[in-house]
């Protein structure tokens, strides 16, 4: 790893929401948590990018000043390069140069654990590295992890071999394809058990991972940083009146996520796109948070999510003096507890809107599907004849189903109530 980076941002654009400081102040928390000091940081505004360099000659001068009185071999560009740009930009700096998408893709390779992640990480690197022809795709077999974008001496100009790289880009895809088969036979396990499957979602380090903890009474890692979770997590989710649901916890999102990572990462969003409710955690406390909600609004609509419902949870209120006067949200602290009534409360709510009102008729002896029905169900009425019970109950579709194969369906009629609020 090279111990010490400059981190560049430029500013070819304005941003409306959020700051270049900001911006900037990202790039460098991205980059420390791969272990890289920065000494030395730059904002430089690009009023007409150079095709060949992006940045002009007297930036190129200045940086290449702060590198040597830095002693640093690692200029960190914080947006998209060309690969032409990349390479002249390493010959005229004699430093090492990765964009935004080489970091991430960095920190990704290095903290993924499970098979399906390793290879979401591995294919997205290749896609990328494909373009560019200027690093060795045998990086994928390092122990240590990562994507390989700060490998040793001598592989920033090794020539990867186009065949090569496309192989292996078959076989993980292939190996991907399987773990989406496996992943839609879960899912469809899951439907015939009456847990709705609720998905966190939210900008990194925005406290997905602690809200999931505090929820489910679970002890997943949890730490201050950019990226702390990249597998999905999942876990029983116990809900006010007794009901339970299934809470998946996922990787959290960031602005401008490089698209080999979206499309790698499609199985794993796949669990949002499943879900029946989808919490947006925010960090309220953040001076970007609206910046952050917009890019994480526009991933869910790429997943084509609009459809699903969404309640948006505003986090870390604990370290506000006074809640945002615009509403809109369920004000929460994941780490002192403050607000999570509240907010199973609702997600009760919600789940229930997408229950479906069914009318059973029942005989007395039938005790055991009455049983199922208050236990799985919300019941709204019951009446007792002398030879027949009449019940409304409200169900999951699935539930709904479920009785049905399990009861005797043709004793039970729906009626056409649905999506009706308790």
């Not at 830095?70 to 390069?81: F, R, S, T, W, Y």
């Not at 140069?97 to 920190?107: F, G, P, S």
């Not at 208050?374 to 999951?396: P, Q």
Request: glycine share 6%.
């Amino acid at each position: 790893m090279t111990e010490a980076a400059l981190v560049v941002h430029p500013v070819v654009r304005k941003d409306t929401l959020r700051a270049p400081e900001a911006r900037l102040a990202e790039a460098v928390r991205l980059t420390k948590s791969i272990g890289v000091k920065v000494p030395a940081t730059r904002i430089v505004r690009v009023a007409r990018p150079r095709p060949a360099t992006l940045f002009g000659a007297g930036v190129i001068e200045d940086v290449q000043d702060v590198l040597a009185e830095k002693e640093a071999a690692l200029v960190v560009v914080d947006g998209a390069l060309t690969p032409v740009q990349q390479r002249n930009l390493e010959r005229a700096w004699d430093a090492k140069v990765i964009d935004r998408t080489a970091l991430i893709l960095e920190i990704f390779g290095a903290r993924a654990r499970t098979r399906e992640g390793v290879l979401q990480v591995d294919l997205a690197a290749l896609s990328y590295q494909r373009t560019r022809l200027v690093r060795s795709w045998t990086h994928l077999e390092r122990q240590q992890g990562g994507a390989g974008f700060l490998g040793g001496p001598g592989e920033a100009q090794i020539e990867i071999d186009r065949r090569l790289i496309d192989e292996k880009i078959v076989k993980l895809k292939r190996q991907l394809e399987e773990v989406r088969r496996t992943r839609s036979i879960q899912r469809w396990a899951r439907r015939r058990v009456p847990f709705p499957v609720v998905a966190l979602v939210g900008y990194t380090n925005a406290g997905k991972s602690t809200l999931f903890n505090r929820l489910t009474g679970s002890d997943v890692l949890a730490q201050d940083q950019l990226f702390a979770t990249l597998d999905p997590i999942m876990r029983r989710l116990d809900l006010p009146s007794g009901r339970r649901a299934i809470l998946s916890d996922t990787v959290g999102f960031i602005s401008d996520l490089p698209p080999q990572l979206v499309a790698a990462f499609r199985a794993t969003l796949e669990e949002v796109v499943e879900a029946e409710l989808v919490l947006h955690v925010r960090d309220i406390a953040d001076p970007d948070t609206a910046a952050q909600k917009q890019d994480v609004d526009l991933v869910l609509d790429d997943l084509d999510t609009h459809l699903t419902p969404r309640l948006e949870i505003w986090n870390k209120i604990d370290l506000l003096e006074a809640l945002p006067g615009n509403g809109g949200g369920i004000p929460v602290s994941a780490m002192t507890g403050q607000g999570i009534r509240d907010l199973l409360e609702a997600v009760e709510v919600e789940l229930s809107c997408s229950q479906t009102v069914s009318e059973f008729v029942l005989e007395p002896k039938d005790g055991a599907a009455i049983a199922w029905l208050y236990r799985h169900g919300d019941v709204r009425r019951r009446e007792d004849g002398e030879n027949r019970i009449s019940m409304t109950v409200a169900l999951d579709p699935a539930d709904h189903a479920r009785f049905e194969r399990r009861f005797q369906p043709e004793r039970s009629s729906l009626t056409p109530a649905s999506r009706s609020k308790r």
